[in-house]
């Protein structure tokens, strides 16, 4: 008898503890996108938040009113900028679901990276497995509160979109915080983020009138921006930009254009690639060695050519393998031009020779801007599609 009053007595207990630190859920608000913005005149930086409106997300009931609620105020650091914000809201700001944050153009320009991040990696209550973007050309409340056509929270429309353009053209990829953030601490490899931009802004862009209208505005990924010790420096655009997923064995698929006459061109979609990277040091200067391999189909042709003959199919391999040699060249000229190896080349000579990485670390980009590159490609052609013969033309 004794023992089971024991027992009841923790159970209780147990069921006490568990409780301690329940909220009500109409008493919080649920932040589910972030923006750091940087005020140069006063010398503090912007916080945004964006808050769901409970009320427009109900579906049963019917939807009231906007689904995001956004909030802005400044302060001297991140922190007390998001403390100020209280002074806006009634509710205690839940931020575990926080699915996106938007770092301000300016920001990333003037002020280094390395101590932005640092609240939110410090901070146990906010995630840094998060899509991290910069606003490009823009400020960060008109690219964060944007109201899509197609989706009900801006920060889902554009996690979707950086999900989807990774996916099928290759010139971005999906770049999370703890990944700016490892790239950041690295002495071999310096990071990129995507950039995104507001385009056909209106009057109308962050009001329900904007589903109203055939042409609404909406935010476009456009670009990856180049990050040297914590600034930004530059951007990569088009082609030169799938570059970095080349290297990096993280491009799921993309296309390359062939020219096949004067005005003319042909699309080759790659399906698969892989890349194999050397590195060694000699005479002081690095030399890297890219071994490229592609599977490739054609899927559009606007010449008259006859795929049913082993020398065109072999024609059609060369010219997509100097497409794809061209794109990484570009690129990795382009991050040279920067000084900013962005491709982790330093990290893989450390795995390669750690002795000799050591002599370079502490000037890393300055020896990439020397590297001499050498790029084989290898690409084949295992499908033309479902005709072998173009349209007479």
């Known amino acids: 008898m004794k023992r089971k009053f024991i027992i009841l007595i923790l159970i209780t ?44 997300i109900a579906t049963q009931t019917g939807s009231i009113g906007t689904p995001i609620i956004s909030l802005q105020d400044k302060g001297r650091t991140i922190s007390e900028a998001a403390r100020n914000i209280t002074r806006s809201v009634s509710r205690s700001n839940i931020y575990s679901h926080v699915a996106l944050v938007v770092i301000g153009e300016k920001l990333a320009k003037e002020k280094t990276l390395n101590y932005i991040f640092d609240v939110f990696e410090r901070d146990s209550k906010i995630r840094v497995n998060i899509p991290v973007i910069i606003a490009r050309d823009d400020s960060v409340y008109k690219v964060l509160n944007n109201l899509p056509a197609l989706d009900k929270l801006p920060a889902k429309s554009i996690v979707g979109k950086i999900k989807n353009t990774s996916s099928l053209l290759g010139e971005n990829q999906e ?17 990129v983020i995507n950039g995104a931009t507001l385009e056909d802004e209106s009057d109308t ?36 930009a799938k570059s970095v997923q080349m290297i990096d064995n993280v491009i799921k698929e993309t296309n390359v254009q062939i020219k096949c006459s004067k005005n003319e061109f042909d699309s080759m979609e790659i399906t698969r690639m892989k890349t194999a990277t050397k590195i060694k040091m000699k005479g002081g200067i690095p030399i890297i060695h890219l071994n490229v391999k592609a599977i490739a189909i054609i899927d559009e042709v606007l010449c008259n050519d006859n795929f049913d003959q082993a020398k065109t199919l072999k024609k ?3 010219l997509s393998e100097n ?27 450390h795995l390669a020779n750690p002795k000799s990485f050591k002599k370079y670390e502490k000037n890393w980009n300055d020896e990439f801007k020397k590297a001499k590159v050498k790029i084989d490609v290898d690409v084949q052609i295992n499908n033309v599609g479902m005709r072998k013969k173009a349209y007479p033309f």
Do not use: H
């Open 13 to 56: 207990s147990l069921l006490l503890v568990s409780c301690s630190n329940y909220k009500e859920l109409n008493s919080v608000s649920i932040v589910v996108a972030m923006g750091v913005d940087y005020l140069p005149k006063d010398n503090q930086y912007n916080m945004i938040l964006q808050i769901i409106n409970p009320s427009a």
């Open 175 to 191: 770049i999370q915080m703890r990944q700016v953030i490892s790239a950041l601490s690295s002495s071999g490899r310096e990071p």
């Open 205 to 240: 862009s962050e009001t329900l009138d904007n589903f109203s209208k055939v042409k609404s505005s909406y935010n476009m990924i456009n670009g990856l921006g180049v990050i040297k010790k914590g600034r930004l420096v530059g951007w990569l655009d088009g082609p030169p």
């Open 316 to 318: 059609y391999e060369v």
């Open 323 to 349: 497409a794809v040699k061209q794109t990484i060249e570009k690129g990795i000229k382009e991050a040279q031009g920067y000084g900013a190896d962005i491709f982790g080349f330093g990290e893989k000579l």
